[in-house]
């Protein structure tokens, strides 16, 4: 039997679906249990976004190893979308991807890796593709319930990736974000507190970038805020609580949310946990910080983002 498909109960009634199958097919995230019974049941291709020489000490069984998920940079103009799509339709086409399997995303630990795995989801939801999961807890979740390991290389099998599948409407431009500065859009950082302070310019030094600073009129919440601590190791926050999170920045559920961090990483983190949690209308700016903080001409700001201290009351006439 196939995971996410009906299984008749009795001729002539109705269809049933397991509670586990319900989950799989409407949850992005999948656990490390769900996940080893994916791969003896349905044509899956995983994929390890660690780098080469921390997938050769030890993989999923069966993983292809794509780093390019996490180092590639892109800028948002015409040609260097263009790029993104042209160079991760090769990438995912030499995976085994032709839209039949099932991509499943991992990294070492959701909260060591930059969002990572999840780039790779935003990369393949943007794109169009009709099965994308993440593996919820990464490889150490994998690790830590003793399930197997590989160190053998893999050589998949090649395939076209689908031409004919529309790109979805989540990735923003400069321009858009240009033009939603002093709107009503929710204008989201989920970078560390040393790049939203002003410290830091990313997370590869302080200096890496030109300027430092963030959006005006950005709102932040850290990435990190959306995982918890489990015995397997940090895994995403439930629905309830990423919607508390936000909650305390002011942002709901049906706001219009663009989120940026430094080059769509960290951002792609936030951008699944923001979708499961039920936010209608999330996009991501893919160039993020890496490309507005190069141009002069945007806008930062880059004071201390503090409240001021306020006047002192005066004091009433007896």
């Not at 769900?34 to 995983?46: A, D, F, H, K, R």
């Not at 995976?95 to 930059?114: C, H, K, M, P, R």
């Not at 979805?168 to 790049?195: C, F, H, N, P, W």
């Amino acid at each position: 039997m196939l995971l996410g498909t009906s299984v008749a109960i009795k001729a002539g009634t109705a269809c049933a679906v397991t509670s586990v199958e319900i989950a799989m097919t409407t949850s992005v995230l999948v656990s490390p249990e769900q996940l080893s019974s994916m791969m003896g049941t349905e044509p899956v291709v995983i994929i390890d976004t660690r780098d080469a020489d921390t997938y050769a000490a030890g993989h999923l069984p069966g993983a292809v190893n794509m780093r390019e998920i996490f180092t590639f940079l892109a800028t948002s103009t015409a040609e260097g979308l263009t790029a993104l799509k042209s160079t991760f339709a090769e990438h995912f086409g030499m995976a085994g991807l032709s839209g039949l399997e099932t991509a499943v995303f991992y990294e070492d630990a959701l909260n060591s890796g930059y969002g990572q795995s999840c780039r790779g989801y935003y990369l393949l939801t943007w794109l169009g593709y009709p099965k994308v999961k993440v593996l919820n807890g990464g490889f150490s979740a994998w690790k830590a319930l003793g399930l197997p390991v590989s160190t053998e290389s893999v050589a998949p099998k090649a395939t076209s990736f689908p031409s004919t599948l529309a790109t979805a409407d989540v990735m923003l431009t400069k321009d858009d974000m240009v033009a939603a500065l002093g709107s009503d859009v929710a204008l989201l950082d989920v970078r560390d507190i040393d790049e939203w302070t002003g410290e830091s310019s990313s997370p590869y030094g302080k200096d890496f970038a030109p300027r430092k600073g963030r959006l005006p009129g950005a709102k932040w919440i850290e990435w990190y805020r959306f995982m918890k601590p489990s015995p397997q190791g940090p895994v995403f926050k439930s629905p309830l609580e990423v919607q508390a999170e936000c909650a305390t920045a002011g942002i709901a559920t049906d706001d219009t949310v663009y989120l940026y961090c430094f080059k769509g990483a960290r951002a792609s983190n936030t951008f699944l946990a923001l979708k499961q949690a039920g936010f209608s209308d999330v996009r991501m700016y893919f160039g993020s910080w890496n490309e507005w903080s190069r141009d002069d001409s945007l806008p930062i700001e880059s004071d201390a983002p503090i409240m001021k201290s306020r006047p002192p009351a005066l004091a009433l006439a007896a």
